[in-house]
């Protein structure tokens, strides 16, 4: 779905060149979560770009309350900064109930942010800007992101995601 509309305009490319690595942990709670989250940023940082674009940090048994995961992010980030990675990789969060700030929980924007599991996207900053050319560009993707959800309209998003999945979509 995020390659198929364009959500992430450098999906496609590392999509194509198999430099995502996937990575489910078996985390139960913030304190694992934050070493494996150590774990692969450092991974990330040391790996070569050719090999390792991006990470996807899938926690599943982790944060399944979109509250308790969105307070979590503040650590996260703190993380990266004491890693001594900001402005080398940022952090995109999604979760299967994610909700922006003064939207309805069934508003479909908030399903640009929506994922099968709570998981984490670490990116590096230096393929966010090969992407895109300047930052304006850049703060355009979440508007226009959440235009074509509201074009398509939340039925239209949900059939989507049925037919990826196979199951029901989540009823609120």
């Keep these: 779905m ?9 999906a496609q490319r590392v999509f194509n060149a198999d430099t995502i690595r996937y990575v489910v942990t078996d985390a ?16 990330l940082a040391s790996s070569p770009i050719t090999t390792v674009d991006t990470t996807l940090l899938i926690h599943p048994r982790a944060l399944g309350s979109f509250l308790d995961y969105n307070d979590f992010l503040s650590g996260a980030e703190r993380l990266v900064a004491d890693l001594g990675l900001t ?6 969060s999604f979760h299967p109930d994610y909700q922006f ?9 908030n ?37 074509t959800l509201r074009g398509m309209g939340r039925n239209r998003v949900q059939e989507i995601l049925k037919a990826i999945d196979g199951s029901q979509p989540r009823r609120r």
């Design 87 to 92: 402005g080398l990789i940022q952090l995109a």
């Design 111 to 147: 399903y640009t942010n929506r994922s099968p599991y709570p998981m984490l996207h670490l990116l590096r900053e230096e393929s966010i800007s090969a992407a895109v050319s300047d930052s304006n560009e850049l703060l355009e993707i979440p508007r226009r992101n959440i235009e």
């Design 101 to 109: 700030a003064n939207t309805d929980p069934d508003a479909v924007e």
């Design 2 to 10: 995020v390659i198929g509309l364009n959500l992430c305009p450098f």
């Design 28 to 43: 139960q709670d913030e304190l694992d979560l934050l070493k494996d989250l150590r774990a692969e940023l450092n991974f």
